[in-house]
C-alpha cells in the first residue's frame, strides 16, 4: 500500500512538472531564436523574441529556480538589440520599469554575471546611442550599489567602467576618464570579454577627444585590430576597421588604405554573422575613396607636368634674357670702350695741336716776329703732315675744289688762330679773310663756324 502511495505521488510530481519544463524550454528556445536572429543582424525579429521570452518566463512559478536567470537573460536582450536598433527610448524604458528586478539581492545573487552583463550592455548602448548622461548615471550608480558587495571586486565592474570611459571622454569630462583607465588597464586580459585589444581600442576613443595626435590615435586602433584578430574576434576587427575607414580616411595613405580593406576581407571571411550589408558598405565607401584619390592624383600629375613644361618655358625665357641682357651689356661695354678710345684719341690730337700752336706763336711771334709768312707755312704744313699724315689726303679727297689758300685757312683753323691772327698771316685784310672765309664754309656745306670747325677736326681722323 505504501509502495503504490509513493508511485501514485511520483507520478503525479512528474506529470506536474512536464508543463512547467515544457515553458522552461519555450523561454530557452525563444532565447535561442533571439540570439540568433541578432547575429543575422535581424534586430526586429530578436526584439520580439526576447519579449516573449520575457513574457513567458514571468508566469513561471516562483519556486523555479530559472526564472529569475531567464528574465535577466531576456531583459538583456531586450535592451540590448533595442539600443543597437533605432529604440533606445524602449531601452531604458525595460531599465527603469525592472529596475528592482536587475538589482534585487545585488551583492549575494547567484545571477551575478547575469546581472552585470546586462547593466553593463545599458551602459554600453546608452554611450553607443550618445545618451552620455544616462550612461555615466547608471554607471554611478551601479558603483554606488556595488561598493557595499563584499561579493564584487574590479574585475567584476572593469567593462561598465570602459564603457564609462566612453560616455566621460564624449562628455569632456576627461579627467574622470582618465581616473579609470588604470584600473581597466590592470585588468586587460582578466576576463574573456576585456582583452588588450578592447583597452587599446577605448585608448584610442579618449585619445580622440583629446589633444593627442591623429597619428597616435590610428595606431592605437591599428593595435586594437591586430589583437582581435590574434584572438580571432575577427567582429571586433572588423568595427575597428570600419571606424578606421569612416573616422580617418582623410588621415590613412593609400598604402595604408588597401592594407586595411585586404585585412578587411580576411576578417570578414573568417568572422561569424557579420553583416554582409555592412561590410559591403565599407567597400562601396573604400571604392569611392579610390576613385576619388586616382581623380586627384591624375590631376596633381597633369598639373605637375603642366607646371613643368610652365618652370622650363619661365627657366628658357629666363636664360634667354639674360644671354640678351649679357650680349647689350657686352655691346655696351664695347661701345664705353670705343667711345673711350675715341675720346682718348681726341683729347691726343687737342694736345697735339695746342702743342703745335703753341710752338707756331713761340718760333712766329716770340722767336722771330719778322720771320717769312710762307717760310712759316712751310714749317706750320710739315708739322700737320708729320704728326697728321691723313690730313692732307682727307681735305683734298674731301673736298677736292679748294685752293691752296683755303686749305691754309683750315690749317690755321685747327689751331685756333683767331681771323685777325690768320689775315695777318696769310697777308690778307682782315675783311678780305672774312669774305673768303665765307666762301670756305659754302664749299664745305657748313652754316657757321661751330660746324666749320667740326669739319675741319673730322679731317684729322
Same mark, same amino acid.
Given at each position: 500500500?505504501?509502495?503504490?502511495?509513493? !508511485?501514485?505521488?511520483?507520478?503525479?510530481?512528474?506529470?506536474?512538472?512536464?508543463?512547467?519544463?515544457?515553458?522552461?524550454?519555450?523561454?530557452?528556445?525563444?532565447?535561442?531564436?533571439?540570439?540568433?536572429?541578432?547575429?543575422?543582424?535581424?534586430?526586429?525579429?530578436?526584439?520580439? @523574441?526576447?519579449?516573449?521570452?520575457?513574457?513567458?518566463?514571468?508566469?513561471?512559478?516562483?519556486?523555479?529556480?530559472?526564472?529569475?536567470?531567464?528574465?535577466?537573460?531576456?531583459?538583456?536582450?531586450?535592451?540590448?538589440?533595442?539600443?543597437?536598433?533605432?529604440?533606445?527610448?524602449?531601452?531604458?524604458?525595460?531599465?527603469?520599469?525592472?529596475?528592482?528586478?536587475?538589482?534585487?539581492?545585488?551583492?549575494?545573487?547567484?545571477?551575478?554575471?547575469?546581472?552585470?552583463?546586462?547593466?553593463?550592455? !545599458?551602459?554600453?548602448?546608452?554611450?553607443?546611442?550618445?545618451?552620455?548622461?544616462?550612461?555615466?548615471?547608471?554607471?554611478?550608480?551601479?558603483?554606488?550599489?556595488? +561598493?557595499?558587495?563584499?561579493?564584487?571586486?574590479?574585475?567584476?565592474?572593469?567593462?561598465?567602467?570602459?564603457?564609462?570611459?566612453?560616455?566621460?571622454?564624449?562628455?569632456?569630462?576627461?579627467?574622470?576618464?582618465?581616473?579609470?583607465?588604470?584600473?581597466?588597464?590592470?585588468?586587460? @586580459?582578466?576576463?574573456?570579454?576585456?582583452?588588450?585589444?578592447?583597452?587599446?581600442?577605448?585608448?584610442?576613443?579618449?585619445?580622440?577627444?583629446?589633444?593627442?595626435?591623429?597619428?597616435?590615435? %590610428?595606431?592605437?586602433?591599428?593595435?586594437?585590430?591586430?589583437?582581435?584578430?590574434?584572438?580571432?574576434?575577427?567582429?571586433?576587427?572588423?568595427?575597428?576597421?570600419?571606424?578606421?575607414?569612416?573616422?580617418?580616411?582623410?588621415?590613412?595613405?593609400? +598604402?595604408?588604405?588597401?592594407?586595411?580593406?585586404?585585412?578587411?576581407?580576411?576578417?570578414?571571411?573568417?568572422?561569424?554573422?557579420?553583416?554582409?550589408?555592412?561590410?559591403?558598405?565599407?567597400?562601396?565607401? !573604400?571604392?569611392?575613396?579610390?576613385?576619388?584619390?586616382?581623380?586627384?592624383?591624375? +590631376?596633381?600629375?597633369?598639373?605637375?607636368?603642366?607646371?613643368?613644361?610652365?618652370?622650363?618655358?619661365?627657366?628658357?625665357?629666363?636664360?634667354?634674357?639674360?644671354?640678351?641682357?649679357?650680349?647689350?651689356?657686352?655691346?655696351?661695354?664695347?661701345?664705353?670702350?670705343?667711345?673711350?678710345?675715341?675720346?682718348?684719341?681726341?683729347?691726343?690730337?687737342?694736345?697735339?695741336?695746342?702743342?703745335?700752336?703753341?710752338?707756331?706763336?713761340?718760333?712766329?711771334?716770340?722767336?722771330?716776329? %719778322?720771320?717769312?709768312? @710762307?717760310?712759316?707755312?712751310?714749317?706750320?704744313?710739315?708739322?700737320?703732315?708729320?704728326?697728321?699724315?691723313?690730313?692732307? !689726303?682727307?681735305?683734298?679727297?674731301?673736298?677736292?675744289?679748294?685752293?691752296?689758300?683755303?686749305?691754309?685757312?683750315?690749317?690755321?683753323?685747327?689751331?685756333?688762330?683767331?681771323?685777325?691772327?690768320?689775315?695777318?698771316?696769310?697777308?690778307?685784310?682782315?675783311?678780305?679773310?672774312?669774305?673768303?672765309?665765307?666762301?670756305?664754309?659754302?664749299?664745305?656745306?657748313?652754316?657757321?663756324?661751330?660746324?666749320?670747325?667740326?669739319?675741319?677736326?673730322?679731317?684729322?681722323?
Amino acid at each position: 500500500m505504501k509502495f503504490s502511495l509513493s !508511485f501514485i505521488l511520483f507520478l503525479v510530481i512528474v506529470l506536474l512538472k512536464q508543463p512547467i519544463q515544457a515553458q522552461v524550454n519555450l523561454v530557452k528556445d525563444y532565447i535561442a531564436s533571439a540570439e540568433k536572429s541578432y547575429r543575422e543582424g535581424d534586430y526586429a525579429s530578436s526584439l520580439i @523574441d526576447y519579449q516573449n521570452a520575457f513574457s513567458t518566463s514571468k508566469d513561471l512559478s516562483l519556486n523555479i529556480d530559472e526564472k529569475e536567470p531567464l528574465q535577466l537573460k531576456s531583459l538583456k536582450g531586450i535592451i540590448t538589440v533595442s539600443g543597437m536598433g533605432t529604440a533606445m527610448e524602449l531601452a531604458i524604458e525595460v531599465f527603469e520599469k525592472h529596475e528592482t528586478l536587475i538589482y534585487n539581492n545585488l551583492c549575494a545573487s547567484k545571477n551575478k554575471a547575469v546581472t552585470v552583463g546586462l547593466i553593463n550592455n !545599458f551602459i554600453a548602448v546608452a554611450y553607443h546611442n550618445t545618451y552620455l548622461d544616462v550612461a555615466t548615471e547608471t554607471y554611478q550608480d551601479f558603483i554606488n550599489r556595488t +561598493e557595499v558587495c563584499e561579493e564584487f571586486g574590479d574585475i567584476d565592474i572593469i567593462q561598465a567602467s570602459a564603457n564609462a570611459v566612453l560616455a566621460y571622454s564624449e562628455l569632456k569630462q576627461t579627467s574622470k576618464a582618465i581616473e579609470l583607465l588604470p584600473l581597466i588597464k590592470y585588468h586587460k @586580459d582578466s576576463i574573456p570579454n576585456w582583452s588588450s585589444a578592447d583597452y587599446e581600442k577605448v585608448l584610442a576613443i579618449v585619445k580622440t577627444n583629446s589633444s593627442s595626435s591623429i597619428k597616435e590615435i %590610428i595606431e592605437h586602433y591599428k593595435k586594437a585590430a591586430r589583437g582581435y584578430e590574434r584572438s580571432e574576434n575577427y567582429r571586433y576587427a572588423l568595427n575597428v576597421y570600419n571606424t578606421l575607414l569612416n573616422d580617418y580616411v582623410t588621415n590613412l595613405s593609400t +598604402e595604408e588604405l588597401i592594407w586595411l580593406i585586404k585585412k578587411s576581407k580576411t576578417a570578414q571571411e573568417k568572422a561569424s554573422y557579420y553583416h554582409t550589408d555592412e561590410y559591403d558598405e565599407m567597400m562601396k565607401q !573604400f571604392g569611392m575613396v579610390m576613385l576619388e584619390r586616382t581623380a586627384i592624383e591624375e +590631376e596633381n600629375k597633369q598639373l605637375k607636368n603642366l607646371s613643368f613644361v610652365i618652370i622650363t618655358i619661365a627657366l628658357s625665357i629666363i636664360i634667354i634674357l639674360l644671354l640678351i641682357t649679357n650680349k647689350r651689356n657686352r655691346e655696351k661695354k664695347n661701345i664705353f670702350k670705343r667711345l673711350y678710345t675715341t675720346e682718348k684719341q681726341l683729347m691726343q690730337q687737342q694736345d697735339k695741336l695746342s702743342l703745335l700752336k703753341n710752338n707756331f706763336i713761340k718760333q712766329n711771334y716770340i722767336a722771330s716776329p %719778322i720771320k717769312d709768312i @710762307d717760310k712759316r707755312f712751310f714749317d706750320l704744313y710739315a708739322v700737320l703732315i708729320k704728326d697728321f699724315p691723313q690730313l692732307n !689726303f682727307n681735305i683734298h679727297n674731301t673736298y677736292p675744289d679748294l685752293t691752296e689758300k683755303e686749305i691754309q685757312m683750315i690749317y690755321l683753323s685747327l689751331l685756333d688762330i683767331s681771323n685777325k691772327e690768320s689775315a695777318s698771316l696769310l697777308s690778307m685784310t682782315y675783311g678780305s679773310y672774312r669774305v673768303a672765309k665765307n666762301r670756305l664754309l659754302k664749299k664745305m656745306n657748313c652754316a657757321n663756324s661751330d660746324q666749320f670747325n667740326k669739319a675741319t677736326r673730322q679731317l684729322l681722323n
